[in-house]
């Protein structure tokens, strides 16, 4: 038989498990063979690749805007603007003759993390069988977080040592540079979570409840077409403002830097939400943001910008709802009458995930500090806060938009699969429809085949090992390229797959 390709074995709850230090050793070995490494070094390429194509986007646009005096290219700007692709934040510190402001502005450009996440992804799925990434679950998340970790500070020592220095809000010497503490921390979240789902998607939804699968589906469904209507609808209208005003096509090439952004702000005001300014710099604030209405509190809605034209953004959200509804009702078992208790999951977690979407990575905040040089005691150092971020209302509305969805899941695919049965693949696709008519949409894949294996230590060498216990083949894991390799034929025996389930010798 030849030796197996598939990835790691599943480790089954009351099955016998493989010691952990001797899995642990053998992928962490396996990483710093010559596969594991080139899988880290193409991780790494991939992140500075998407921080690179943002940087170089945002770079060009800024050519034909006026800011090449208060900005000027030069060949710092290219790094320090991947650094803020990657971590969202620039560190500015700068002085007059009477005064020195240390100031951090931050937003983040959810473009270059997104693709870094989408590409480091596939990336992983595509080498997982020849890197030594697969193992067991507790080695392989850990070997994960270690490549996470040091492709972060790869990343950073790429970006943080370059600075630019210019003059700006009437400041002298104004240093700009990027947060190599927030490059750190998001770069390792993105790609430790890519790596991990990548890696051992099957595991993962071996050990997860029913109910904590079946959320994650429908809050999967109900992501896929937020993205996909409401980044139709931004692109369109993105392109048609700029035209029309007058932007210049440079400004285009912005689009996919803030996508994510701009989705996530179509979706808070189309849900009848707004945008709302720091209470006590709001006037401050519409002096130089006069589209926030110069109202007091510095609240702005779809109306507020668009005006007659939200209409079309208020449809395209109605499109979000019924399309919405249709997939997370096939993901769901098809019964005969609606189940109302299981309409309140999706909302809960949405709520959650929302909230850090809304107020963690969508605003647009200034913060600092104001020292002068010669205190005294009527002159003590200043706080200085800007903050502009949807409003409660947001966070309410759209509760109160996926609690609809949720709601309408129970009913609307039935009723469209009546009325129109050509319908129902188009809008919530040809195989989750099939499953949905079949009766299988809320099945758990995998957990049978999965059982078939069991693991423990070799007696002799320490290493792992997995028995098949349907034939009495035996694998052993090689420590140096992390693959599993059979050891003790049988007539019909199989490497244990990457998803549990047992491929066909």
């Known amino acids: 038989m030849a030796p197996p390709t598939a990835s790691a074995p599943q480790m089954q709850a009351g099955a016998a498990q493989a010691a952990p230090s001797s899995a642990m050793g053998q992928t962490f070995t396996a990483w710093f063979g010559a596969p594991g490494l080139t899988s880290t070094a193409l991780t790494l390429a991939v992140v500075l690749g998407s921080a690179a194509v943002s940087a170089i986007l945002t770079l060009v646009a800024m050519t034909t805007m006026?800011?090449?005096?208060?900005?000027?290219?030069?060949?710092?700007?290219?790094?320090?603007?991947?650094?803020?692709?990657?971590?969202?934040?620039?560190?500015?510190?700068?002085?007059?003759?009477?005064?020195?402001?240390?100031?951090?502005?931050?937003?983040l450009p959810m473009g270059a993390l997104t693709a870094a996440g989408i590409g480091v992804y596939w990336l992983a799925r595509r080498r997982v069988s020849v890197d030594g990434s697969a193992a067991p679950l507790v080695p392989m998340?850990?070997?994960?977080?270690?490549?996470?970790?040091?492709?972060?500070?790869?990343?950073?020592?790429?970006?943080?040592?370059?600075?630019l220095s210019t003059k700006m809000m009437g400041l002298s010497n104004v240093s700009v540079s990027s947060s190599p503490l927030m490059t750190i921390l998001l770069v390792t979240v993105v790609v430790f979570v890519a790596l991990v789902i990548a890696r051992s998607k099957g595991q993962l939804l071996e050990r997860m409840p029913s109910l904590v699968m079946q959320v994650g589906r429908e809050l999967g469904a109900l992501g896929v077409v937020i993205g996909v209507v409401l980044g139709i609808f931004v692109i369109i209208a993105y392109i048609g403002v700029a035209l029309s005003r007058g932007w210049g096509f440079a400004s285009i090439l912005l689009l996919p830097v803030f996508l994510p952004n701009l989705v996530l702000a179509a979706l808070g005001l189309g849900s009848l939400g707004g945008v709302t300014a720091d209470t006590d710099r709001a006037m401050d604030l519409a002096t130089v943001m006069p589209s926030l209405g110069g109202q007091q509190r510095g609240d702005a809605y779809a109306?507020?910008?668009?005006?007659?034209?939200?209409?079309?953004?208020?449809?395209?959200?109605?499109?979000?709802?019924?399309?919405?509804?249709?997939?997370?009702?096939?993901?769901?078992?098809?019964?005969?009458?609606?189940?109302?208790?299981?309409?309140?999951?999706?909302?809960?977690?949405?709520?959650?995930?929302?909230?850090?979407?809304?107020?963690?990575?969508?605003?647009?905040?200034?913060s600092g500090t104001d020292t002068p040089l010669r205190s005294s005691s009527t002159e003590a150092a200043r706080e200085l806060y800007y903050g502009i971020q949807p409003n409660v209302l947001t966070f309410i509305a759209f509760g109160i938009v996926v609690a609809l969805i949720s709601g309408l899941a129970e009913f609307l695919p039935m009723w469209l699969y009546s009325a129109f049965p050509a319908a129902l693949p188009l809008a919530a696709g040809k195989k989750a429809s099939a499953a949905w008519l079949a009766g299988t949409s809320d099945s758990q894949p995998g957990t049978t085949s999965a059982q078939q294996w069991v693991y423990g230590t070799d007696p002799v060498t320490g290493g792992s090992i997995a028995t098949d216990t349907a034939t009495g083949a035996v694998f052993s894991m090689d420590a140096d390229t992390g693959q599993w390799v059979e050891t003790t034929p049988a007539s019909q025996a199989s490497a244990p797959a990457a998803d549990g389930a047992a491929p066909a010798a």
């Open 66 to 107: 006026d800011t090449s005096d208060t900005f000027p290219t030069t060949f710092s700007t290219l790094p320090l603007l991947m650094g803020w692709s990657l971590g969202g934040q620039f560190v500015l510190t700068g002085s007059t003759s009477y005064e020195t402001v240390v100031l951090t502005f931050g937003l």
């Open 303 to 366: 109306w507020t910008w668009l005006g007659s034209w939200s209409i079309l953004l208020f449809v395209a959200m109605i499109i979000v709802i019924a399309a919405a509804a249709v997939r997370v009702g096939v993901s769901r078992a098809r019964t005969g009458q609606p189940q109302w208790q299981r309409t309140w999951q999706l909302p809960l977690v949405a709520l959650v995930v929302g909230a850090i979407a809304f107020y963690g990575l969508l605003p647009l905040r200034f």
């Open 141 to 163: 998340v850990a070997r994960a977080g270690a490549e996470a970790l040091a492709v972060a500070l790869l990343a950073c020592l790429v970006t943080a040592p370059f600075s």
